[in-house]
């Protein structure tokens, strides 16, 4: 096996030339699309996740009303930048409308609605809707349904979104099922990122993605994962593993491994 390193802000990779098992084997531009796609799938996801993470706020067991009426005000309170307003067990939360809105590293605007469903004593259950929602790198359309499990602190996230990046334009469609839990308290907790686990899958201009996570441990601030194993499936039907390791603050290395070659990527916080 092969390791070829190589940069996402570096001048465009070359393809590899390989004889005898070219349909096989693993490209550079290949691989570099591949680390591409989960970058910026990895950015929608945690953008999200994050205003989902400001949305647990409200006591286990009330009816759903009196949850969605103290969400508001903990809303209110962190986040005097956004406008919210509730109508039964929904809100509807304007990001950004009084000023910037930071939350866990990340600073956004855009509207988020929040429907309490169900707010028991072993589930709580919420169902979300972005419009618009962006962070300044990229903007993000569509729902997710959230379901807590309490036993096990953990949620589960069933999303359908759509997303644009900013910077270029590339856009995807995609849908997921995946649970999170926060990050051990000694990296930082749910204030610094979560771990998850699950599935998720894209649909973007050079075709479909199917992705499957284990362990995987994101950080709020970074661009792409810190630790964990990736699985895509690429619409080149080759099988490529991606590997991370953090190599300082603000970069983390990637490892792109497929057919007879892998290689190596430098992630840049805001590249």
Known sequence: MKTRYLSLSAVPVLLVALSGCAQQSLTGAEAQEAVAQTQVDSEAQALT???VDITTNFTIGHAVDEAATELKSFIQT?????DVSVSGHTLTVEYGKTGACPWNGMTFTGTHTVSISKNDADEVIVDH???GLTNG?????GTATVTWNLADPSRHIDHDLTWTRLSD???GEGKGSRTQKPLDASLGGLKTGFTEDGERSWTGKVGTWNLDIS??????VDPVPEAGTLTLETPYDKTVSLGFSRVN???IHVTAQGPVHSYGFDIHEGS
């Open 137 to 141: 790198k990229i903007e993000v359309d």
């Open 169 to 171: 334009g590339r856009t």
């Open 129 to 131: 809707t972005w419009t």
């Open 249 to 251: 603050d603000t970069t």
């Open 78 to 82: 962190e986040l005097p930048c956004a």
């Open 49 to 51: 996740s994050n205003t």
């Open 215 to 220: 362990g995987l441990e994101m950080r709020w």
